[in-house]
């Protein structure tokens, strides 16, 4: 009865009593324990979600559920987003024991939609990692291959999703950090716009970059999350109302018979030969079916990842200032004050993190500024000039959202350039404030999912839902 579930089949299911909210929510909780443990998805199950469940049921029998439209629905929630009251710690010893104030906007107009919070997800230490090893809370494992990594940084929300321990969840994308790891698990994971959905309540990793994302098993699920957490918000200024001047357009009239595709250019030599294999084969689906297929080329996208590892260090550097041991989590004393701030970084901080820092303010220093930051961002500027011109001749970009499937636990650990690569594909879109889709697109020999990605203009989230659709009848 539980299988192959959607938000759509859950809510009509509940609303004519063909199970109870409760039952729903005890099919997952019996799912995580038995799963969980060798997969490490989740760092908390909540102890409330079955007194939200029976809350919820009541709702539906007298009637008061019927314009929710999350009502019953089980979310999982990365460990960076806020949830009042409950622990959130970014997968770090240095919030080990916070708790959250108040609810982030995304999670504030879920819960008003009436979801279940199931329980917070793994990830790597704030946010920096394509592997969610860098966690301060053990690796999470892909569900597909236990000796092979999530993905990440929410690698812990795509493993929930794919070993059906939730229908849907929340991530948070810097540099690909909700697609890689769901092309990772075989399922669907949005970047939204920059300033689609609010950042308020989420823990900052670099600013200018930051969004919280949903993760689920199909596009419609992706897209009724989205349409739930999006618009302005008083609490963030970067926030941007997704019914702007940019939504005016002609896209109803030409869609779905003819988009135009862009194919990305890129050098095949540095992706799996099945990546490029299930890339070649989409085009074809998508030019059968009556869309205007063509190479489409950026000349700067190849500076995205040095850019993207130039500009986010440095919005690190000065956003991970405030762990302090003053004002939040650890605290480690020294001698004085100063030795305070020195043991609590010390003992707080990963070994990434503190590259990181390290980098970041290197790069912000006296002398170096202009070479690098400065640099970085007239690049970013190239990039994004990049796109708009691209996006004048097609409607989508279609591109592999990593160069091969999931790798092996501690494959790339010690070689953090490696590692970087991993965002190869979905740095740019980071870098230029696109939206972008990774979905599934098959499995490889190995029995491995991978995922392919598309890539739309600014707010156009409509395009990337409608084609997301249309590619999951390929696969």
Same mark, same amino acid.
């Given at each position: 009865?539980?299988?192959?579930?959607?938000?759509?089949?859950?809510?009509?299911?509940?609303?004519?009593?063909?199970?109870?909210?409760?039952?729903?929510?005890?099919?997952?909780?019996?799912?995580?324990?038995?799963?969980?443990p060798?997969?490490?998805?989740?760092?908390?199950?909540?102890?409330?979600?079955m007194?939200?469940?029976?809350?919820?049921?009541?709702?539906?029998?007298?009637?008061?559920?019927?314009?929710?439209?999350?009502?019953?629905?089980?979310?999982?929630?990365?460990?960076?987003?806020?949830?009042?009251?409950?622990?959130?710690?970014?997968?770090?010893?240095?919030?080990?024991?916070?708790?959250?104030?108040?609810?982030?906007?995304?999670?504030?107009?879920?819960?008003e939609? *009436?979801?279940?919070?199931?329980?917070?997800? $793994?990830? /790597? !230490?704030?946010a920096?990692? &394509?592997?969610?090893?860098?966690? +301060?809370?053990?690796?999470?494992?892909?569900?597909?291959?236990?000796?092979?990594?999530?993905?990440?940084?929410?690698?812990?929300?795509?493993?929930?999703v794919?070993?059906?321990?939730?229908?849907?969840?929340?991530?948070?994308?810097?540099?690909?950090?909700?697609?890689?790891?769901?092309?990772?698990?075989?399922?669907?994971?949005?970047?939204?716009?920059?300033?689609?959905?609010?950042?308020?309540?989420?823990?900052?990793?670099?600013?200018?970059?930051d969004q919280?994302?949903?993760?689920?098993?199909?596009?419609?699920?992706?897209?009724?999350?989205?349409?739930?957490?999006?618009?302005?918000?008083?609490?963030?200024?970067?926030?941007?109302?997704?019914?702007s001047?940019?939504?005016?357009?002609?896209?109803?009239?030409?869609?779905?018979?003819?988009?135009?595709? *862009?194919?990305?250019?890129?050098?095949?030599? $540095?992706? /799996? !030969?099945?990546?490029?294999? &299930?890339?070649?084969?989409?085009? +074809?689906?998508?030019?059968?079916?009556?869309?205007?297929?063509?190479?489409?080329?950026?000349?700067?996208?190849?500076?995205?990842?040095?850019?993207?590892?130039?500009?986010?260090?440095?919005?690190?550097?000065?956003?991970?200032?405030?762990?302090?041991?003053?004002?939040?989590?650890?605290?480690k004393?020294?001698?004085?004050?100063?030795?305070?701030y020195?043991e609590?970084?010390?003992?707080?901080?990963?070994?990434?993190?503190?590259?990181?820092?390290?980098?970041?303010?290197?790069?912000?220093?006296?002398?170096?500024?202009?070479?690098?930051?400065?640099?970085?961002?007239?690049?970013?500027?190239?990039?994004?000039?990049?796109?708009?011109?691209?996006?004048?001749?097609?409607?989508l970009?279609?591109?592999?959202?990593?160069?091969?499937?999931?790798?092996?636990? *501690?494959?790339?650990?010690?070689?953090?350039?490696?590692?970087?690569?991993?965002?190869?594909?979905?740095?740019?879109?980071?870098? +230029?404030?696109?939206?972008?889709?990774?979905?599934?697109?098959?499995?490889?020999?190995?029995?491995?999912?991978?995922?392919?990605?598309?890539?739309?203009?600014?707010?156009?989230?409509?395009?990337?839902?409608?084609?997301?659709?249309?590619?999951?009848?390929?696969?």
């Amino acid at each position: 009865m539980f299988s192959n579930l959607t938000i759509s089949k859950v809510r009509s299911m509940l609303l004519k009593g063909d199970f109870s909210c409760k039952e729903l929510v005890s099919y997952y909780i019996k799912n995580i324990k038995e799963k969980n443990p060798g997969i490490n998805a989740y760092l908390e199950v909540f102890d409330d979600a079955m007194e939200e469940a029976e809350k919820i049921d009541e709702e539906i029998k007298s009637g008061r559920a019927k314009n929710k439209p999350l009502a019953g629905v089980p979310i999982a929630v990365k460990d960076n987003i806020l949830i009042r009251g409950k622990k959130c710690t970014a997968g770090s010893k240095m919030l080990e024991n916070y708790r959250a104030a108040y609810d982030a906007t995304a999670i504030k107009k879920i819960r008003e939609a *009436g979801a279940i919070f199931i329980g917070r997800t $793994n990830m /790597d !230490e704030f946010a920096m990692g &394509a592997s969610t090893e860098n966690s +301060a809370y053990g690796v999470t494992k892909n569900p597909h291959d236990l000796s092979r990594v999530a993905g990440g940084s929410s690698g812990g929300s795509a493993a929930a999703v794919a070993m059906d321990g939730c229908l849907a969840a929340l991530g948070s994308d810097t540099g690909g950090s909700i697609r890689q790891p769901a092309g990772f698990c075989g399922i669907v994971g949005l970047n939204p716009t920059y300033g689609a959905v609010s950042r308020s309540g989420l823990i900052a990793m670099a600013s200018s970059f930051d969004q919280i994302g949903p993760m689920a098993k199909t596009a419609e699920d992706a897209e009724i999350i989205f349409n739930i957490i999006k618009g302005r918000d008083q609490m963030d200024s970067t926030s941007a109302s997704s019914t702007s001047d940019v939504d005016e357009d002609v896209d109803e009239e030409r869609w779905p018979e003819k988009p135009r595709i *862009g194919v990305l250019k890129y050098d095949k030599k $540095n992706a /799996d !030969e099945e990546v490029n294999a &299930a890339l070649e084969k989409t085009a +074809a689906a998508l030019e059968k079916s009556g869309c205007r297929v063509e190479e489409i080329e950026l000349p700067n996208i190849g500076y995205s990842v040095p850019c993207y590892y130039v500009l986010v260090p440095a919005e690190v550097s000065s956003n991970l200032a405030r762990f302090d041991g003053v004002k939040y989590g650890l605290l480690k004393e020294g001698e004085n004050l100063i030795g305070d701030y020195m043991e609590t970084r010390a003992a707080g901080f990963g070994r990434e993190v503190k590259r990181r820092i390290m980098l970041g303010t290197y790069v912000l220093s006296a002398g170096y500024y202009d070479a690098y930051y400065a640099k970085a961002q007239k690049t970013r500027e190239l990039i994004k000039k990049d796109f708009k011109g691209a996006f004048r001749k097609v409607d989508l970009i279609l591109s592999p959202t990593s160069p091969s499937p999931a790798f092996k636990i *501690g494959e790339k650990a010690s070689d953090p350039l490696k590692m970087y690569l991993e965002d190869i594909f979905t740095a740019p879109a980071k870098i +230029a404030g696109l939206p972008a889709i990774a979905v599934p697109a098959g499995v490889i020999s190995a029995g491995l999912p991978i995922g392919l990605q598309y890539t739309a203009p600014w707010f156009k989230e409509n395009r990337l839902f409608k084609i997301a659709k249309k590619h999951e009848g390929y696969f």
